[in-house]
């Protein structure tokens, strides 16, 4: 083979390289979590310590919810939220007991279909009904996101495990005194969207 062949089939060899890259990427991430398929996550949670035993697929109603509003996340935070919503791994060492929830999650995609993940107060994770291995940053993103941790005093919150991985949100501030006075309802609800 000759100089001329050899820098001809390197041409060719870097074209098919481009191309198959270029096809590759055009395709996107896996299980839909791309900007345009995602279009809310609702949560809903207990507000503060309260000793109450609640099956993950409760629906609520407006009377029993206070209504925090929407906020604006960053797209990246969104997504990593949506992808490891979609990526946790069957808890196959599960025991048979309930996993009654502090927090649940309803990840809403444009095409009609929801991912209900729910969380306890020890961190036992279900999603669509299947116990889940725990995912502390997961866990950390929407309790920090959705202020949760606004409802427990400071020394509560350093005691969360995922707390003391992540450390505590710039964002707390101590709304555990206020609960009786502001709003006798037991449950916050947030939206989170993505900016």
């Keep these: 083979m ?7 089939n390197y041409k060719k060899n870097i074209g098919l390289i481009l191309i198959v890259f270029i096809l590759l990427s055009c395709t996107g991430g896996s299980k839909n979590f791309q900007k345009e398929h995602n279009k809310k996550i609702e949560i809903y949670y207990f507000k503060g310590l ?6 993950c697929d409760k629906e609520f109603s407006s009377s029993e919810v206070e209504d925090l509003g929407q906020r604006l996340i960053d797209t990246a935070v969104f997504l990593e939220i949506a992808e490891r919503i979609g990526y946790l791994n069957k808890n196959i060492d599960a025991k048979e007991d309930n996993c009654n929830f502090r927090m649940q999650c309803n990840l ?5 279909s929801k991912q209900r993940l729910c969380i306890s107060q020890f961190n036992c994770m ?13 866990i950390y993103l929407l309790r920090k996101l959705s202020g949760y941790y606004n409802y427990f005093d400071s020394d509560v919150v350093k005691s969360f495990s995922e707390v003391e991985q992540f450390g505590v949100p710039d964002s707390y501030k101590n709304s555990n005194e206020n609960i009786e006075q502001n709003n006798s309802r037991l449950y916050a609800k947030v939206v989170l969207l993505q900016r």
């Design 126 to 138: 279900v999603v669509n009904g299947e116990k889940v291995k725990d995912d502390k940053k997961l």
């Design 108 to 112: 809403y995609n444009e095409n009609g």
């Design 50 to 55: 309260v000793d109450a035993a609640v099956p």
């Design 2 to 8: 000759n100089r001329t062949e050899m820098k001809e």
